[in-house]
Each structure stands twice: as structure tokens, then as C-alpha cells.
């Protein structure tokens, strides 16, 4: 049995290189995350490093994960015109427990219980280094957005950031 965290595991049957990182205590907000890592990293993680998955609702048991970079906003008009939806809602944290796996915080696109449909901002892939969850709150996995972009096969990727975000 691996002490891995799911997400690590998923990366390791896809052959994609990473770094786990441990925060040292329970993280509260997004430049905390990227500060603990950077000092760990003896370089420079970004708040716009911080890839967050964030799930949406598009219809009563279909689900979509948007990807972007931790110091953006989602534009609800874009995420709908993609989509081809006049309505949708952010999932609950009961919601994203159940397609995901795994609670907020801690949210990744990789090994999920279902196929999920995956959308990434194009500032996922603006630095070279980024991170994103584990499926474990307080670990992170850390890898190059390159192999981030590989391993995401299948993934829609556009511009879903508001604008001014």
C-alpha cells in the first residue's frame, strides 16, 4: 500500500514527472501556499503558480473542472458561451467530494472516480513550474507546466479568465 497521495499515484501511472511538497501547517490562502512553497523550493512559486480545479454544475449530474491560475477569476459569461450553457453553478463541497474524491483545497484533474470534462485558462501554462492539489489537503504537487500539459490529455484549453482578474 503507497502512502502517495492519489493524485501522485494517477501522475506516476501517466509517467509524469513531479515534486510533492508538505506544507508545514494547515494553509489559509493562496499567497501562503505560494510563499511556503517558494521558500521550499529556494526559487520564486507565484500566487499565479498556484493552478486552482475548480468544479462547476451544468446540468443536474454533469459536472466540469475549469483550471486557472490561482490569482484569477472565472468569467461566468466565457465558461457559458464554451459551454454552450445559460446556466450553471459552482458545485457544493458535497458535490465536489462526490466527482472528485477529494474536498476543496486539495482538488486536482487527476485520478478522479469518473471521467470528468477538463477545461484550463491559458494562464495554467504561462510558467514553467507550477502547482496544483494532491487529493490531500496541505500536500502539493509541484511539476513543469509542460508535463502538466501532456498528461492532460483531452483538455480544452482557452481563455475562461474574467476580465481584470
Not at 521550499?40 to 473542472?65: N, Y
Not at 450553457?85 to 474536498?103: K, M, N
Not at 510558467?127 to 501532456?150: C, F, K, M, P, Q
Request: charged fraction near 25%.
Amino acid at each position: 500500500m503507497s502512502n502517495l497521495p492519489p493524485v501522485a499515484l494517477a501522475l506516476d501511472r501517466l509517467n509524469c514527472p513531479y515534486r510533492l511538497f508538505t506544507h508545514p501547517g494547515p494553509v489559509h490562502s493562496l499567497e501562503q501556499a505560494a510563499r511556503e512553497r517558494a521558500s521550499a523550493l529556494a526559487r520564486d512559486h507565484r500566487p499565479d503558480q498556484v493552478i486552482r480545479s475548480i468544479v462547476f454544475r451544468v446540468a443536474k449530474e454533469t459536472f466540469v473542472m475549469v483550471l486557472i491560475a490561482g490569482d484569477r477569476q472565472v468569467s461566468w459569461p466565457k465558461l457559458r458561451r464554451h459551454l454552450g450553457q445559460s446556466r450553471l453553478t459552482l458545485a457544493t463541497e458535497d458535490e465536489v467530494r462526490r466527482v472528485t474524491g477529494y474536498e476543496r483545497g486539495a482538488v486536482a484533474p487527476f485520478g478522479l472516480p469518473q471521467p470528468m470534462r477538463i477545461l484550463a485558462d491559458e494562464s495554467v501554462f504561462v510558467h514553467d513550474e507550477v502547482s496544483l492539489g494532491s487529493g490531500v489537503r496541505g500536500t502539493a504537487i509541484i511539476l513543469n507546466s509542460a508535463d502538466l500539459r501532456r498528461a492532460l490529455s483531452g483538455v480544452e484549453i482557452g481563455d475562461f479568465q474574467a476580465e481584470g482578474a
